[in-house]
């Protein structure tokens, strides 16, 4: 193998999300309308916070980095998926499986991180906004950015790295619709408990700790908001409320997925659904459907 590991195996076979012809049919229209409305809605987004010099604080800064990472997530999973729906024979070389599972997790961890860094400025703004600007200034923006962005590439390297390290002699068949850990490394030629603790402290613990750094910090905003409440804190209230919604939606299946034995526990596709192609067309409507400085730039843009 190209890779350098022992295996034998030169493809798998990915089994999709049903053998059902009228149903495979029946998922392509939905899917292919979820991925345009993922590719179409972020891409407005990004269009609209960088022609619009109104929208320059890094809130925005990190809604359109949200933004980017939505298309490219839902880019690493749904355009393999629609083709296989529509193919007889759903295989992917091995190289290629590899390629899927590296940036999906790199794309993942980053949004992770990012979805954590915007929670505190989210905090930052509500909770001392007197010093917003000194704590959340556009240097230490990128900064932050740059570290979630960072931190998904050495996560997804030490997922990747564990993986290629397995030999690979058969079964080559794949009980998902895309390339990921848990189905993957129960296919190898070898005892992975080891392996699939590391992995599952990995993906897991990031998954759990970054949602619990987000909800406490949701805690600490509703705290301060119950204490200082005035009438425009209703606004506050319904928008941390849409926020933790969708982040809910994203993080609690990565926490069942990945923190727990993937041998013991098999991996339900039907749930990676959730934040592969629900999750990714959410956002834009969540983060910016509901902020009028964005939906008025949005207009401009329009009429322009």
């Given amino acids: 193998m190209a890779l350098g590991n022992f295996s034998q195996v030169t493809e798998f076979i990915l089994l999709g999300l049903s053998d059902t012809r009228e149903l495979q049919i029946l998922f392509f229209t939905f899917f292919l309308l979820a991925y345009a409305m993922v590719l179409l809605g972020n891409l407005l987004v990004i269009v609209t916070v960088r022609t619009d010099p109104k929208l320059s604080s890094p809130m925005y800064l990190l809604l359109c980095n949200l933004s980017f990472i939505d298309i490219c997530c839902t880019s690493v999973t749904s355009p393999r998926m629609l083709v296989d729906l529509l193919s007889q024979r759903k295989a992917i070389a091995f190289e290629d499986c590899i390629a899927q599972l590296f940036f999906l997790h790199f794309v993942g961890a980053s949004e992770m991180f990012l979805l954590t860094v915007m929670a505190y400025d989210r905090y930052t703004a ?179």
């Fill in 126 to 304: 509500i909770c001392k906004p007197l010093r917003y600007t000194a704590i959340m200034s556009q240097q230490v923006c990128w900064v932050l950015v740059s570290a979630c962005w960072a931190g998904g590439f050495i996560h997804s390297t030490v997922q990747t790295l564990l993986i290629v390290q397995l030999p690979f002699c058969g079964p080559n068949t794949i009980d998902n619709y895309f390339c990921d850990v848990p189905p993957v490394i129960q296919l190898a030629c070898t005892d992975i408990y080891v392996t699939e603790w590391l992995m599952a402290s990995n993906s897991g613990l990031i998954s759990l700790v970054c949602f619990l750094v987000l909800v406490t910090s949701y805690m600490f905003i509703l705290v301060t908001i119950r204490v200082h409440f005035t009438d425009g804190h209703w606004k506050v209230l319904s928008t941390c409320a849409s926020h933790m919604m969708v982040v809910t939606l994203f993080f609690v299946p990565c926490i069942f997925i990945y923190l727990r034995p993937f041998s013991t526990f098999p991996s339900d596709k039907h749930i990676s659904v959730i934040y592969t192609v629900f999750s990714p067309v959410m956002n834009p409507l969540i983060y910016t459907l509901r902020n009028s400085e964005v939906k008025a730039s949005m207009w401009k843009l329009w009429k322009r």
